[in-house]
């Protein structure tokens, strides 16, 4: 749901929830793989982020959206390091804004050829080959990080294991799309619904979901394509864009045909409106298209910001739109009870997918659309992602029609339906008897990221919930072997099964317990950090509003939602019950290596060399320091890296905080381990505030200059 302006709003207030909207996208794109807004959507509430922060520094914020990009690192695999940052690319929805551009491009480097490409739609990967061999595959992640998905990888049929020929560079990375043809697409999702299964929305999520499943033999069997669209290396032997995607030709990778070198303007918009028709008829995914820089000397020249490279932009489709009959309005009724209305549709084909129904998000949005049932509506993927309603035909609609009435009772257990100040929604306060919110509830509990209980499933809970087994998550623990074993689909192997998955998760650790417990607005990151302030469940039970607040990331609203929680005399009985069950209600302590940085405190910018950022984390724990967000004058040292954040290093200069390289920490804990001065360690080594030594200087200036050839997207 798109974050809507409110005129009464102050520009400060607009900015904070900007970003803790954007932040919730970024979210669900990136870590779910269940994108909430179109790209378009998000595009346009960054550019008007970016717009307000540059008209109030003041309010700058090295955690805003606008200076980070999302990830899709996860736990199931292992997390790699690329050779060579993946950027990401500017976009653009304008033919102005895209010729602009190409006027700053020629007005800095001259005459110049571009290179146009269908943007395929599906997710990054970078394929890194040594001695002609494929060595590993990478998601793109963070952009310095990302997944290592070799083995899956090694499943699509169009990604050469063994390179062609004999003059391709000893070492290199070509990057490229995985992406999932729509013949593919149809077939798994007709697949799921045959089993029963919710269908993927779009092929992007299906391509991405299936890239991180864990059995390669599954994501075999589901079709992937695979199109290489750019090489990275040091002292790659080519000039061009074109000349490199030629010789990776000849070495058996698969390359579009679809590319076409411009020279100017109005070839290039020739190439976008030939596309934007014919794309239609292409049996896989595309949104738009990317405008490269042809010649590797002009790209150096024009060089990239933090984030992309100023050689290249995407170009994105308008959305593709179609007209059909809004036959009924429907109602579903998540785990927190929030009503979601939902627009069933007379079957249309848009952007290559069938859809029959939209998600209305509100009440407010279908008093704003005027919908009624039988009208002729405008549905639109936005980002050709989610289906969408964003209009009315009134010339066609019936005479008898009559505004739709929005439901004040629960669809399912016929309550009263509620809503609270602020919120958009409507919500069933029966949560101990709406069976949609009781199920809604344990799923959340078995999920991955929750308890792990990955023996059962959502059929699983809902058949032990139909047989009177499992009325609250509670409950799961009682279960035996013998009560499972007859039921449908079961049998005894798969009884014995579920139940030692069930006895496998009380050694969850206690912040997972917290988030598993489903509390409103607890979300994974949120239940960290309230594990890690107050250490146990019992201590935080028994927190006033004021004790709540002062964990990180924790406000108001969340603070009265935990409230909320621990007065309903059910969910205190099911905690018991819980405790009984053997759950880690606290958090487990660890022996520290030592106390070398005690009283210390850290702020960590940068890509390193020997540590990923999650390891120096830890080492600072491990050592007794403590680790912050964002540079203040608390902060005892700034941790650089390379590609330093600029305002975290601008900051930690004015504000007179030492600046450290990785060595400089490494050599602090060995010196410290051993007993020595922390004053006179800081002479020696250059840590004290306003040095001007090379630890102090090169994350920035290493970085002030052109890339690295290697250094694309």
Known sequence: MTSCYNPVMTEEQRIKELRAHLNYCNYCYYIENAPIVSDYEFDTMLRELQDLEAAHPEMADPNSPTARVGSDVTNEFRSIEHTFPMLSLSNTYSLDELHEWIDRVQKEIGESEFVCELKFDGTAISLTYRHGALLRAVTRGDGTRGDDVTENIRTIRSVPLTLTGNDYPDFFEIRGEVFMPYASFDRLNAEREANGEPPFANPRNAAAGTLKQQSSQVVARRGLDCTLYQLAGDNLPYDSHWGSLEAARKWGFRISDNKAICRNTEEIDAYINHWDTARKALPFPTDGVVIKVNRFADRRALGSTAKAPKWAVAYKFKAEQALTRLLKVTYQVGRTGAITPVANLEP????????????????????????????????????????????????????????????????????????????????????????????????????????????????????????????????????????????????????????????????????????????????ETTAKYLAAHFRSLDAMMAASREQLIEAEEVGDKIADSILDYFADEQNRAIIERLRSAGL?????????????????????????????????????????????????ANTSYLLAGDKIGPAKLQKAQKLGIAIISEDDFERMIADRMVGGNPSDEAEDTGLIPDTTTDSTKNPAEENSGQPQQGTLF
């Not at 009380?506 to 509390?519: D, N, S």
């Not at 405190?601 to 540590?611: A, D, L, P, R």
């Open 348 to 523: 249309v084909l848009l952007a290559g997918t069938v859809v029959k129904r939209a998600t209305l998000h509100n009440a407010d949005q279908i008093a704003a659309l005027d919908l009624r049932e039988g009208d002729m509506v405008y549905v639109e993927k936005g980002g050709e992602i989610i289906p969408k309603i964003t209009g009315v035909d009134l010339s066609q609609r019936p005479a008898y029609s009559r505004p739709l009435e929005y439901i004040t009772e629960c669809p399912v257990c016929h309550s009263k339906l509620v809503r609270y100040e602020g919120e958009a929604k409507h919500y069933c306060p029966n949560q101990s008897h709406c069976r949609p919110q009781i199920l809604g509830r344990i799923i959340h509990f078995i999920r991955r990221k929750a308890m792990n209980i990955d023996s059962l499933g959502e059929e699983t809970v809902e058949l032990l919930f139909e047989n009177g087994l499992v009325g609250c998550i509670a409950d799961l623990y009682d279960l035996r072997a013998e009560q499972l074993a007859p039921l449908p689909r079961l049998g005894e192997k798969s009884a014995e099964n579920i139940i030692g998955s069930i006895r496998r998760s009380t050694e969850v650790p206690f912040h997972r317990v917290l988030f598993a417990l489903g509390i409103r607005f607890v979300g």
């Open 584 to 632: 880690q209600f606290e958090a487990r302590q660890q022996t520290p290596a030592s106390e070398a940085l005690q009283g210390l405190t850290f702020v960590i910018s940068g890509t390193f060399h020997n540590h990923s950022r999650d390891e120096l984390k830890a080492m600072i724990e491990a050592h007794g320091g403590k680790n912050l967000a964002a540079v203040s």
